[in-house]
């Protein structure tokens, strides 16, 4: 499987999303210049080939990945097959003689539901004291090696875990938890996903142009990139700013129109963007397919050449004429169910 000189590894992926989670990692990946190699998927596992640091960054920065470890092995998903493969891992490549490890073995998505967890996690912590003879310590509290196994429904993935998303740290800014409320916010698991999309790397100059309460400024933020916040209305933008304050967060905010944007050529190495919708948003009264065609046009001009816009519209709204594919290709678009009468849709561009 692959080459010998990056280790693969396991990605366990938020379930509330089919597409999002994969590109969001290939996207993460891409930004912070890793090379990597999509393997097999299995529900919500996927195993890329990339090296660990990558996975670690790339875990920390998403929205969508919940965890991820390094793989040791992976073998069908019967307790006698993962016991064999056990005896055959060399644990002295990972592990001391003074090591203090853990195990934690995880279903994904409620499979085997007749397997008994904590029985499979006691036969692999004792395989690995008896590889160890006996001189490792098992601490489950805080392990400085944390050995994690993985079931599907036809595969068990093992490894040593390497980073996990920090749900706390999202939760914290979710909008009603601001100084400055906004109905039109999204949420920040999607905002972090639409941030990543866009590729915008640590030192980054990220643009959103219909910036709002600054959901997308602060997930940007939080990954490195340095914000900056055009939007046409002064209240919002004061409130943007107060949200972004609270959150000790350096930020630009400029009230202007984003279809006359007052930066110099080529300034922006990344945009994210969600225009207003025409509901609870103003729009003031221009059509937001037309609306955002008009804003697209002008970003050719400040976004650097080969990086990326990544905006969401309403789906009945999105139609593939408001791009100028002379200067503009779809990457990828991805459709995220909000309720009855919101449908996103995330369209990812590559400048050209
Ligand atoms: C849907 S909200 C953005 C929400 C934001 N993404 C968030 O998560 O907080 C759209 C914003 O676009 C602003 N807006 C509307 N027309 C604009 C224009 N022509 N130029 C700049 N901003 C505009 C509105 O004032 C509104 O705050």
Redesign the pocket.
Known sequence: MGSVHSPWCAFALSGTHLTLPVAELRASLEAEGYSYELGEQQGRVILVEVDPQGALIATRRSGFVNYSMQLIFECPMKKSEILRAMNKVDFHLWLNNSTRFGVRVTRIHREQKQLDIEELQGKIGSKICRAMKGKVRVDLEVPEVLFLGLITTARFYFGIFIAARNRREFNKRRSPLRPFF?P???HPKI?RAMVNLSRSGSGDMFL?????????LLEATSIGSFPIG????HR?LWGCRRNLDYFETPFSGICA???NIPFRSQSIDAIAT????GRS????KSDIAT?LKASLTELTDVLTTSRYICFAIPLEHYNESIIDSKEYSIVEEHSVYVHRSLTRHIVVLKRK
Not at 230 to 233: A, K, S
């Open positions: 906004n039109d916010t999204i905002a959103d142009p219909f910036c709002g309460s600054g959901g997308l055009i939007d046409n209305d919002i129109d984003a279809r969600d225009p207003p919708y948003s103003s729009t003031r609306l």
